[in-house]
């Protein structure tokens, strides 16, 4: 038994309750769960929730580490395992590394930049220098000329876990209000109005000509790869019928009630940001990401911009919805998004489940990561 680590005197959160209780590790898998007082020699947590680690599908925050300012760009390596290190620190131990393939106003990638991307953190992980695991996550902007070269490309030389086709067209889907799409792309870009109005009218002409080629020719590469898929900001029943049609797995950030709701029946996993939650309301001015859940119909929380607001927003949506329950909300950080993915490995307190854990104290309605264990090694 030497090769097995036990941590007692916590309170474990398990799919649909909250025990207090041990887990005993070995060979980075959970072989034990139990209620109650431990074996002798094990690990004290103190009386700290135990969780499993957390599955975080959608974050750009590798842009921001990649891209410090605007026309900086940080040493790759460096912006690598600092974005790394930030996750780990979040009590994420599984990540889907957004790479967007595809040139978009606010987001002009350079040449192979994705491919680039998906190579270094390949290397790094390949000698051991992450601390989490990293899956890769290509969104497609679906409109974009260079869309498929760019998806190809990475597609060629990495398995990919995640695609998601995203149109951001003016005056559909996110940016149904042309207002709030001029406000998005002219903070972002700095163009002035008469600049944004002939991008504007360039946007339409190459949804015209891309959006029903580019999609199903994308549609195409996940299916003959069995990668999963995910829709982006569904707004109406139509948009939902197309993912539905393309055996769509996640609803990415719906923007109405109506179509998340029907994308939950229709069991495509609804992901909204967790950013959202803690700040009570989309950036876009859309749905908000605690309406869904409290209508009963979010099944994800994607930390999007901001790692630490996956754990946060979980925490949130238990202390704020009467009846909704810890173990609801860690669902949705953990084992939803591992399962909509096809990952059965990991997500779940549970014999046979990845030695993937969370510590973590809630002082003051604030949920505090004391330590993090990949593989049952301690990372943080
Ligand atoms: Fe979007």
Known sequence: MSNVTVIRNAR????DEIVEGWVALSDGVIIEVG????P????????DLLLPGLIELHTDHLESHLRPRPKV???????????????????ITTVFDSVRVGNDADYTPERSEARNIVDEIAALHGRGLLRIDHRTHLRCEICADD?????????????????????HTPGARQFANLDAWRTYYGGKSGLPVSELDR??????DLFARNYARHRKALVDLAHT????????????????RESIADNVRVAEFPTSEESARLSHDSSISVLMGAPNVVRGGSHSGNVAAEALARAGVLDILSSDYVPAA????????????????????????????ARACGLTDRGEIAPGQAADLLRVRVVDDTPLVREVYRNGQRII
Do not use: C
């Open 73 to 91: 760009h940080w040493p790759m390596r460096l912006a690598i395992l600092a974005y790394d290190m930030q996750l780990a620190a979040s009590g």
């Open 199 to 204: 991008l504007m009218t360039h946007k339409h």
């Open 35 to 38: 209620r109650g007082a431990a």
């Open 40 to 47: 002798t020699g094990s690990y004290d947590a103190g009386g």
């Open 12 to 15: 474990l959160v398990l799919t």
């Open 225 to 240: 790869n069995s990668v999963a898929i995910a829709s982006h900001d569904d707004s109406t029943p139509e948009h939902v």
């Open 310 to 337: 996956l754990l946060a927003g979980a925490f949130e949506l238990a202390r704020r919805i009467e009846g909704y329950g810890l173990p609801r909300a860690v669902r949705s950080v953990t084992v939803n998004p």
């Open 147 to 167: 869309v498929l070269e760019g998806a190809r490309e990475v597609m060629d030389a990495h398995r990919v876990d995640l695609i998601s086709l995203m149109d």
